[in-house]
């Protein structure tokens, strides 16, 4: 089993950057694909970034592409989602998630394709 914790969220104003974090615990963090989603109020779940089981893959939405970048050093076992340029379309309940099933270069967006998930954390962009 594996436990996510996201942290880093909160208030920013427009063109600002927040770096969000996934903290594991359990089995080996390092084994795992993970993604972020986000969601906003009355809107679908939707895929923000991905990383693959090596690290060597990763893949983002349109939407973000150029502004954030997913990262997960080798030291520890903790993921990470550096934001920036921040923008009023952005806000949102951020989540990450993990899964081991399949291959080491495979990037999941879909939120059903992943075993493990945490609570999430709140962005909140003014203008």
């Known amino acids: 089993q594996v436990q996510l914790v996201e942290s880093g969220g909160g208030l920013v104003q427009a063109g600002g950057s927040l770096r969000l974090s996934c903290a594991a615990s359990?089995?080996?963090?390092?084994?795992?694909?993970m993604g972020w989603f986000r969601q906003a109020p009355g809107k679908e779940r939707e895929f923000v970034a991905a990383?693959?089981?090596?690290?060597?893959?990763?893949l983002y939405a349109d939407s973000v592409k150029g502004r954030f970048t997913i990262s997960r050093p080798n030291a520890n076992n903790t993921e990470y989602l550096q934001m920036n340029s921040l923008n009023p379309e952005d806000p949102a309940v951020f989540s990450c998630?993990?899964?081991?099933?399949?291959?080491?270069?495979?990037?999941?967006?879909?939120?059903?394709?992943?075993?493990?998930w945490g609570q999430g954390t709140q962005v909140t962009v003014s203008s």
């Open positions: 359990g089995r080996t963090f390092r084994t795992y694909a």
């Open positions: 990383i693959s089981r090596s690290g060597g893959s990763t």
């Open positions: 998630e993990a899964d081991n099933s399949f291959g080491f270069e495979w990037v999941g967006t879909r939120s059903s394709q992943y075993a493990y």
